[in-house]
């Protein structure tokens, strides 16, 4: 029945190396992790994940720096976190003794904020800097960590604004 | 062996379970952070934000964005009495040094923030030809850097402009939802440092989440809801003029 077989087995040899030689190929080129949750490199999300922080976040902050949030939570900037002005910190919370963090120009931070912008919803505390202050720096009259001036004159235990 | 009515109905549970198992993942990103118990999204209110740039600074400073290029940036928005459907918006360097002053407007006036909508069904990743952007288990859209060509599909497909090309990598980039910092638990650069809460991390999987109060109590909407993509970036008291 099968009397002239012999080109077929020998096409059929052919089509099984180039099988094994992809089979291999492919095991070798293609990560490990690929197809592991889906169409991609499942070892990819923990190198993402694996990424330094920079901002601590502040309940690193208010670990060490009680004495501020207690004046802090007396005045309106109760909500802020310490990142906002003073930038990432992850490093100083690190090693607080070697890492000092710079203290914020309050003339560019405050005005971030507070500078008056027709975008900016009414409510938001706003001025004209040059015509409120006259160039000084805000922190001459307004004590950052608790700014309404009123505030200031109360003692720290007092209660709410 | 042949499956009766009552066997099948013996196996599916079974079968249930096995399939959470897989669904749940294996490796260790931080110890008791499970992928399968979250699913990302945030919250940004856009009648608290007053367009500071601090996002757009933590962001760049966190994720170490190059200079001119931004995973989120803030856009301002002046829509005028008529020309209601044609808003002038503008984003200088991304609103990272704040907006400039201007003349008084008639009309009205407002900020938007803007980041990765972190879809659940996203363009982006479909049209990727080498899978190096996938939606991770629990619902950050991510890029694998040591995988992509570079080739921009992906910077095309986006709706929302999200995708940049990074000049030191020349691979695509984007927002990644801060994924070092929350699955470490805290909440993104972004979040972090919002001075009025205008922007909050949502975790749509955890019930005790207040996004799922809050969805249920505020007209929430997404951007460009008609291209269905699964947006997860809800935004509150938006104007409809918003694109």
């Known amino acids: 029945m099968f009397k002239d077989i012999e080109h077929l087995l020998r096409l059929a040899g052919v089509i099984v190396i180039a099988l094994v030689a992809f089979v291999l190929l492919r095991a070798a080129v293609v990560p490990k992790s690929f197809g592991q949750y889906g169409h991609y490199r499942g070892d990819a999300i923990a190198e993402v994940a694996a990424r330094p922080i920079a901002h601590a976040g502040h309940a690193v902050c208010e670990g060490c720096h009680t004495d501020v949030v207690d004046q802090k939570k007396l005045g309106r900037h109760a909500g802020l976190h310490c990142e906002v002005c003073h930038g990432p910190q992850a490093r100083h919370a690190d090693d ?9 120009d309050t003339a560019v931070i405050c005005a971030r904020c507070h500078e008056a912008n027709s975008a900016k919803p009414r409510s938001f505390p ?27 004159a109360k003692p720290a235990t007092g209660a709410k604004r | 062996m042949d499956i009766t009515r009552r066997r099948l109905l013996l196996l599916l549970p079974a ?5 959470e198992f897989v669904r749940a993942g294996t490796p260790e990103i931080a110890p008791n952070y499970k992928t399968s118990e979250h699913w990302w999204g945030m919250l940004i209110d856009i009648t608290e934000c007053i367009g500071c740039g601090s996002c757009v600074r933590a962001c760049a400073q966190e994720n170490d964005v190059p200079e001119g290029y931004f995973r989120t940036w803030i856009e301002r928005y002046h829509v005028t009495d008529y020309a209601i459907e044609r808003p002038q918006v503008e984003s200088p360097n991304g609103g990272k040094d704040g907006f400039p002053l201007d003349q008084e407007f008639s009309g009205k006036n407002f900020f938007v923030p803007k980041l990765c909508n972190h879809c659940a069904d996203s363009p982006c990743t479909q049209v990727c030809p080498v899978g190096a952007t996938f939606v991770s288990p629990d619902g950050v859209v991510l890029v694998d850097k040591n995988y992509c060509l570079g080739c921009r ?16 990598t020349n691979t695509a980039d984007k927002c990644t939802l801060c994924y070092h910092r ?29 996004i799922h109060e809050y969805l249920r109590t505020h007209s929430v909407q997404i951007l460009k809801p008609h291209m269905a993509t699964g947006a997860k970036v809800f935004y509150n008291g938006m104007d409809g003029s918003v694109r």
């Open chain 1, 96 to 104: 607080p003794a070697s890492v000092k963090p710079p203290l914020p």
């Open chain 1, 126 to 152: 706003q001025v004209a800097s040059a015509d409120h202050s006259g160039g000084l720096a805000c922190n001459t009259c307004h004590q950052p960590h608790r700014p309404k001036i009123e505030d200031q």
């Open chain 2, 15 to 19: 079968a249930a379970v096995a399939w």
């Open chain 2, 153 to 168: 599909y992906c910077v095309q497909a986006c709706p929302y402009g999200c995708r940049f090309i990074n000049p030191k």
């Open chain 2, 182 to 210: 929350i699955t470490k638990g805290l909440t993104t650069a972004c979040a972090e440092v919002c001075p009025t809460g205008a922007r909050q991390l949502a975790d749509l999987k955890n019930p005790k989440d207040p």
